[in-house]
Structures are given as C-alpha cells and as structure tokens.
Nanobody, 116 residues
C-alpha cells in the first residue's frame, strides 16, 4: 500500500506561480512512476505531468514550458512547479503513484484556483 499526501496549492492570480508537492509513504524506483493529474467538475481527470524513477518527464501540451515536475533529493517526494498560471489551470490536482505492477495509488487531491 502507498499513501500519498499532497500539499501546496491555494489561490493565485493569473500570471502567478504555485508549487504543489506530493509525498509518498515509500520511495519509488525501477519502472515505477509518479504523476500529477487534474480534474475540473464535470470533466475527466487529465494527466498534467509525469516523472519516472529514472527522472524522465513528460507533460500535457497545455502546460509544456510552464510547469515543471521534479524529484529533489528524496525519492519519495515529487514537486510540480507551476508558472504563468492561467484561469484554465484551475482544478483539483491529484498525485498518482504507479507501481511496477501498474497498480495506481491516488492522493486526496488539492485545490488550485487561478483568478483572472
């Protein structure tokens, strides 16, 4: 079992920056990966950014160049630095941990609100 705790989030004006973090109850390694998703009410949850244990990253086109996913020092915490935020980035952001057996664990979600 993997427990995930998200933190950060909050309210920011358009053009501003926020960072959210996700701490897992254990390190991720090998073929495992962690990712950030987001969801707006009435819409499907969408992948925002992903990072593998090897440090390979990928981003949704809508956030490419503005968001950065990273691991710092410890291999059980990932960060999502969000810059040049726009109102369309407003959503609940969820952290996901995918195990080597492709089982997904999810965090509880954290609200990010960008005002125009």
């Amino acid at each position: 079992q993997v427990q995930l705790v998200e933190s950060g989030g909050g309210f920011v004006q358009a053009g501003g920056s926020l960072e959210v973090s996700c701490e897992a109850s254990r390190n991720f390694f090998g073929s495992e990966a962690m990712a950030w998703y987001r969801q707006v009410p009435g819409q499907e949850r969408e992948l925002v950014a992903q990072i593998t244990a090897a440090g390979d990253t990928s981003y949704a086109p809508s956030v490419e160049g503005r968001f950065t996913i990273s691991i710092r020092k410890r291999r059980d915490i990932i960060y999502l630095q969000m810059n040049a935020l726009v109102p369309e980035d407003t959503a609940v952001y969820y952290c996901k941990f995918r195990t080597c057996s492709h089982y997904d664990w999810w965090g509880q979600g954290i609200q990010v609100t960008v005002s125009s």
